[in-house]
């Protein structure tokens, strides 16, 4: 198996610049830390969007030193549009560590890194150790996790506990002991290119012999066959397992799906529903010395979510709030930036904005608000800037702030300066929103 999988991956791997650093950089250091940061870029981000930003990351700060001198606005700056940006700050702060705690001397062991290096955990120092150092330990990625679990017919939930520990367990066991790196993204690679979620290409596999998944398939099909042909006898396979309470095996309350072949495998326990959520967000607008407009944007708290990016001023709403209520308290929370009483009917609505987090479905309720522009903020407790729109969007903001979405339909009419519902809002019409009547 070790040596199909690897002869395919020289073959047919994508050409990757974390890749090409990896294989071309003689310093170990330089090397483990071009693996790392890729590693870390790619948690919950797909190869094509991570590409850009990793070259641009990496002409920044080519080395540890360089990260660890840079500013965590920068940092964020550029992480902007990537998500979770607690990454990119857990990255620095690693970066940091290594550079002032370990003489700028990598951790040399998956053990080591994953102890001394914030933010890494088990996986990454798995990938950084085999790929950069060569040391002969497995990784558990989630195609991994479906490489494996096809391979040896795991129908349990791949979430949990008992199935994580077997199946690094298996890696490690399958590991080449002469190529870890190339092993390890061989076997990654198998599952984001061939043994994909929905319709592998289970044709193309270079281990299809030894998949137990689809052996279980050309299984249900004889006995669907003889089923119909009333030939069908119950003969055991060798290889099931027999034991009743099998903790790899899929529960007897979720049977074989014939319709969905090799994809019975793996079977993940239903995601939670992301909780609802709903913030009012103020577009402060003045006009600069020359004319041009400028925004008012704040930066949110150090930690939690989107931690130290900037926004428009923004505040929690409780579910279910009145329009009127809605901007009685936004007015309140401006007056504490503006240090001026701010009055509700001046809000003007724009819009609402929805964005999906993994966990929360966020929707912004959008105001505009021009003032004097000789109005004195009082920073409260956060930082504060105006900004032109570009450098708006130079800025470290998220996603969130810059998405456009369709209005959604329960949005209430009648408020001043209400558009109809259905329509387009985009960030354009933040900026170029119409002062009142």
Request: with cysteine.
């Amino acid at each position: 198996m070790r040596r199909n999988l690897l002869a395919w991956y020289d073959k047919c791997k994508r050409d990757l610049p974390w890749r090409t650093l990896a294989a071309s950089e003689p310093d170990v250091d330089r090397r483990a830390y071009a693996v790392w940061v890729s590693e870390i870029m790619l948690q919950q981000t797909q190869v094509a969007t991570v590409i850009d930003y990793y070259n641009r990351w990496m002409q920044k700060w080519p080395t540890l030193q360089a990260l660890a001198e840079a500013s965590l606005e920068e940092v964020n700056e550029l992480w902007a549009g990537l998500g979770y940006y607690s990454r990119g700050k857990r990255l620095q702060e690693a970066a940091r560590k290594v550079v002032s705690e370990l003489a700028g001397r990598m951790p040399r062991t998956a053990e080591d890194l994953q102890k001394l290096l914030p933010g890494v955990g088990r996986y990454t120092a798995g990938a950084i150790a085999s790929i950069s150092y060569g040391q002969a330990t497995g990784v558990v990625d989630g195609n991994v996790i479906r490489v494996l679990c096809r391979l040896r017919c795991i129908g349990a939930d791949s979430s949990s506990p008992a199935v994580i520990d077997r199946l690094w367990d298996m890696a490690n066991a399958l590991v080449d002991r002469s190529r870890p790196g190339d092993f390890n993204q061989a076997l990654m690679e198998l599952g984001a290119t061939v043994c994909v979620p929905k319709a592998p290409l289970c044709e193309e596999c270079p281990v299809k012999q030894h998949c137990r998944a689809r052996r279980r398939v050309e299984k249900e099909l004889g006995l669907a066959s003889r089923r119909l042909l009333g030939t069908c006898a119950p003969v055991p396979d060798v290889e099931d397992c027999g034991v009743g309470g099998c903790p790899l095996c899929p529960p007897a309350t979720e049977p074989w799906d014939s319709s969905l072949g090799v994809t019975n495998f793996p079977r993940k326990a239903a995601k939670k529903q992301p909780r609802a959520a709903r913030t009012a967000t103020c577009v402060l607008e003045r006009r600069g010395r020359c004319g041009a407009p400028q925004y008012l944007i704040v930066q949110r708290p150090s930690s939690g979510l989107l931690a130290g990016l900037w926004e428009f001023p923004s505040l929690p709403l409780a579910l279910g709030l009145q329009e009127e209520k809605q901007r009685e308290l936004l007015a309140d929370h401006l007056q504490a930036w503006t240090g001026r009483p701010v009055a509700a009917g001046g809000l003007r609505y724009v819009g609402e904005v929805i964005h999906i987090f993994s966990h929360i479905h966020q929707t912004y309720v959008v105001y505009s608000l021009p003032v004097d522009g000789d109005v004195t903020l009082d920073p409260v407790s956060s930082p504060s800037r105006w900004v032109t729109e570009e450098e708006f969007h130079a800025s470290a903001v998220s996603t969130a702030m810059k998405k456009v979405s369709k209005r959604k339909r329960g949005a209430k009419p009648g408020g001043a300066g209400s558009r109809p519902t259905g329509t387009q809002l985009s960030l354009h019409a933040f900026f170029r929103a119409p002062s009142p009547q």
